[in-house]
């Protein structure tokens, strides 16, 4: 039994393989968070101190028990108002304009199974088809005065060590309240000194790795873009001041949500830090009325004490297993060809056809129609909101244009971007209501195009007849679902103003839900100009996203390195694309990018009939070389052997199920004259195996691999790349 409540200490006690999670309900009703952490047996309570501090509060209830204060003791979700001066879980502004909120515990259910959450995506379990292998723990609280009333929702992955946390926010009074401020999890550690690992970035520089140590003040991370972002990621870990990739203890935490967003971790005046993963307060006053909720979005905790490989690989698990859904989230991807790279808006039916006919050649899977084929849509100025065909483009109807791609031996793709409306466009000049905007000021632009209001029903139902009235044109196999902007003017004609950030969300999530109900076999990649809604949210849809639109290999290897603490190699787009490359201009040869690009969701995003017949051939040879692995890199442990924004190498490595198999991949970074010799470390091999280097033949203990290494060639020229496959002989 994963959940425990002991009736008598009113403790409840969560266990996954490795973790224990403690909470207690306290003599005034308290919910106190206990502990978090490495598996240990028994109660916690005895962690619970009590002195008289000043300036920290007492409860009403304490009476004259001065050593009593929420300032001080660790809980579970704790709300603005009741004498606890740190940052809040939740902030509620009642009828009467105070800000307070006395929750207290009120009941408690264990069931089998996992929790859903109404429109919102979260963790899963229906690839077991058994949902009995989790449970759930509910856990209300209430505020007598105000009806306020919150579910605390925890979901149990026991193998998985995985923990989820949501909270369910009902108006149980007579009057209306607005919620300010909603987490949907806290964590109190009353002792420890932490480093804050977080992803920061920019368009098409995604998930950089900062690490940086939690400091007295709060460190405060987030978005107020209307999606995710491409400059933080909403996943986070808190780690040990000596904690590496192999050892030492952390704490991650992933917001399984792509909207606006917030992480607070704050070191308080007693050294103890709270962390705090939720919606981001910033435009956001949510209004409750009598018998409404608002259901926060889910986050996923883990923690491991074997340092952060560990921790990604349990993410990885988890988000392959019980995130990404639909038919591809356990199949083989189609390796396609984009056109973007390969001829932008420059392109007709002929060139789309000639793409296919080379892609088959070549051994691809997919030739993928980028933005330019609708309305009135040459350059990135116009045509958004028009998702009708442009036939005279294509020389063709988009039907007859599927067909012969498929004559010509691949499947078709197809780009679109519902989410937004060109001022140029039918669209908009029919309906310039739909956007969204600020009645009497001008808009904000981004890429000259305005967001359109998904908040409201009918703009989602007129956009999704168009996209299905393109999509019921051909055998269509693949979606590019793109975003192409940051949310600004926020306001909605139809809605509260302090709505919007999060019913949008919602809007996007039920767009994708029909989309993915109604095409259940066509897979769908996410993209919000490459990595600007990189989430797990959206992995529930998307099950791959295109990863950044930075296609340079030496910049992918840190993108992807950043991109891999949470996310596994199977959500993230990358593909082959042009040298000089068009972002930075950097020219690596078609080895390293192939060796860089195909370990993700692999593609191609050239103009294949630019390659020289040489490197046809280095071409049809890599797609060889993926589909050989393909099962590796999707299923496969991956692990990070260095860091390429401190090493003078970037080296990564996937290892199969059983450790029988496992490929390592590195790549060059620094070229100097006599130049010292790298070793690679490796990792997740079985230390009393015998393996065997496929190109060699050479044997080595998987011990001397992972503690000695090996030593990569020393070669002449810029970013060398080397893919080396072991495998297992001896010693299962
Ligand atoms: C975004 C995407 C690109 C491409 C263009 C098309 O930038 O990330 O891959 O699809 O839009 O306009």
């Not at 449970?135 to 605390?152: A, H």
Request: net charge negative; hydrophobic share 35%; proline share 3%.
């Amino acid at each position: 039994m994963a959940v425990v409540y002991q009736e008598k200490k009113r403790i409840f006690t969560i266990y996954t393989k490795n973790t224990t999670y403690q909470m207690k309900v306290d003599s005034y009703g308290f919910l106190l968070h206990l502990y978090y952490g490495a598996g240990v047996p028994g109660d916690m309570d005895y962690l619970l101190t009590y002195y008289d501090r000043g300036f920290s509060g007492n409860p009403h209830d304490a009476g004259g028990d001065r050593t009593y204060s929420l300032d001080v003791l660790p809980q579970e979700y704790p709300a603005m108002g009741m004498g606890d001066y740190r940052s809040s879980a939740l902030v509620v502004r009642n009828a009467d304009g105070s800000e307070c909120c006395d929750l207290r515990y009120a009941g408690y259910e264990i069931r089998k199974g996992k929790y859903g959450l109404p429109g919102l995506p979260a963790v899963h379990v229906q690839k077991e088809g058994n949902t009995d292998s989790a449970e759930t723990l509910e856990i209300i609280l209430e505020d007598s005065v105000s009806g306020v009333q919150v579910r605390l929702l925890y979901g149990v992955l026991e193998d998985e060590d995985i923990i989820t946390r949501s909270a369910v926010i009902t108006n149980g009074g007579a009057v209306g309240i607005t919620v300010e401020k909603a987490a949907s999890a806290c964590l109190d550690f009353i002792s420890g000194d932490f480093d804050l690992v977080s992803f920061y970035g920019r368009h098409a520089m995604e998930r950089n790795f900062q690490r940086t140590a939690v400091t007295h003040g709060n460190t405060v991370i987030g978005s107020r873009r209307g999606t995710s972002s491409h400059q933080y990621n909403p996943a986070v870990i808190l780690a040990g001041k000596d904690t590496t990739e192999d050892s030492g203890s952390c704490y991650g935490m992933m917001f399984v949500y792509s909207g606006n967003f917030m992480y607070e971790a704050e070191r308080d005046q007693f050294g103890q830090t709270r962390a705090l993963m939720g919606l981001q307060e910033d435009l956001f006053h949510y209004p409750l009325g009598k018998g409404e909720s608002l259901v926060v979005p889910e986050t996923v905790l883990c923690y491991s004490k074997q340092g952060f490989a560990d921790l990604s690989v349990k993410y990885h698990r988890c988000i392959r297993n019980h995130i990404c859904r639909g038919a591809y989230a356990f199949r083989p991807r189609p390796v396609l060809v984009n056109s973007w790279e390969a001829a932008y808006f420059d392109f007709n039916g002929e060139t789309i056809v000639r793409l296919a006919e080379e892609a088959a050649e070549l051994g691809m899977d997919m030739v993928v129609m980028d933005d330019g084929w609708f309305g009135k849509r040459d350059d990135d100025n116009s045509g958004l909101g028009d998702w009708q065909v442009n036939e005279r483009k294509l020389g063709c109807t988009l039907g007859e244009l599927i067909q012969k791609v498929n004559r010509a031996g691949v499947e078709f793709g197809i780009w679109i971007e519902p989410e937004m409306v060109s001022v140029d466009s039918g669209l908009y000049r029919e309906h310039p209501d739909w956007a969204i905007r600020i009645p009497g000021r001008n808009p904000v632009r981004g890429r000259n195009q305005l967001v359109l209001d998904f908040t409201r029903k009918e703009v989602r139902d007129h956009v999704f007849r168009q996209i299905c009235g393109v999509l019921d044109q051909g055998k269509i196999a693949y979606v590019k679902w793109d975003m192409n902007r940051s949310l600004a003017d926020i306001y909605s004609a139809e809605s509260a103003q302090g709505k919007i950030t999060y019913d949008y969300m919602l809007g996007v999530y039920d767009f994708l839900e029909k989309l993915t109900a109604a095409y259940p076999e066509v897979l769908i990649e996410g993209c919000s100009g490459g990595g600007g809604r990189f989430d797990a949210g959206m992995m529930y849809y998307t099950p791959q996203i295109w990863c950044s639109d930075n296609t340079d290999a030496v910049d992918r290897l840190r993108i992807q390195y950043g991109t891999s603490f949470f996310y596994p190699m199977s959500t993230v787009g990358a593909h082959v694309s042009a040298v000089p490359n068009h972002q930075t201009g950097r020219s690596t040869s078609l080895h390293t990018r192939g060796t860089v690009a195909m370990t993700g969701a692999f593609g191609y995003e050239l103009s294949l009939g630019k390659l020289t017949a040489e490197e046809k051939e280095e071409v049809k040879e890599q797609i060889k070389q993926y589909k050989k692995y393909e099962e590796l890199f999707r299923c496969g442990d991956y692990y990070r052997l260095s860091s390429p924004f401190t090493d003078a190498y970037a080296a990564w490595m996937f290892v199969s199920d059983c450790k029988e198999q496992a490929l390592v991949n590195a790549v060059m970074l620094e070229t100097h004259g006599n130049r010292p010799i790298s070793y690679v470390k490796l990792k997740g091999l079985l230390p009393g195996g015998i393996y065997v280097e496929a190109g060699s033949g050479n044997r080595y203990s998987g011990a001397a691999l992972m503690e000695a290494g090996i030593p990569l060639p020393v070669e002449m020229g810029e970013y060398p790349a080397y893919q080396m496959e072991f495998n297992l002989l001896s010693g299962r």
